[in-house]
């Protein structure tokens, strides 16, 4: 091959790469201009943001029912066959002679109308939160007016008279 072909040969690759260069360059810079975006925003208006919306509220409706199933759950297990009283506050019931309510740990109650005797098969009992003493005997009348805690579970009271009420706040049966 002589000199004159390998410098034309050269200048060929040479400019071919420049074309090339060139070319890339141009791409490059024009590419995601304001005048050429790479995303339009009417794609994100109409596409976009929809699908994204759509998303979101199948989300919270999900988790909207899962929470009203959670809602019912405690609702049913806070009401009906056990007797049960709403942890939020304070419930009356109403006892006949020789009823009892057996309790949770941290039950609170009130004798307010009528008699009752502590009951359970462990000491102490209760605790009076007004008086500050432990009601250790089964069988120990309470005071009406004060405020009894249950610190052993399945103790609690027993109904000495008709229409006898309590004020009640946490887990109990009455049987």
């Not at 791409?27 to 339009?40: E, I, R």
Request: proline share 3%.
């Amino acid at each position: 091959m002589s000199k004159g072909k390998k410098i034309a040969i050269a200048i060929a690759v040479l400019a071919f790469t420049a074309l090339v260069s060139g070319l890339t360059t141009m791409a490059v810079t024009n590419y995601g201009s304001q005048s050429d975006p790479l995303v339009t925003v009417s794609y994100l208006n109409e596409t976009v943001r929809p699908q994204i919306e759509a998303a979101v509220e199948q989300a919270m409706e999900a988790k909207a029912a899962e929470l009203a199933r959670q809602f019912q759950d405690i609702v049913s297990q806070s009401s009906g066959a056990t007797g049960a009283s709403q942890p939020s506050g304070f419930v009356v019931i109403t006892l006949k002679k020789g009823q009892t309510v057996t309790c949770g740990v941290g039950t609170e109650i009130m004798p307010r109308i009528g008699s009752v005797v502590s009951n359970g098969p462990d000491s102490p009992r209760l605790i009076d939160e007004t008086g500050g003493v432990s009601v250790t005997g089964a069988g120990t009348e309470l005071t009406v007016n004060h405020m009894y805690m249950v610190t052993i579970k399945g103790n609690g009271v027993k109904a000495t008279r008709d229409n006898t009420k309590l004020l009640i706040r946490g887990d109990y049966t009455v049987s």
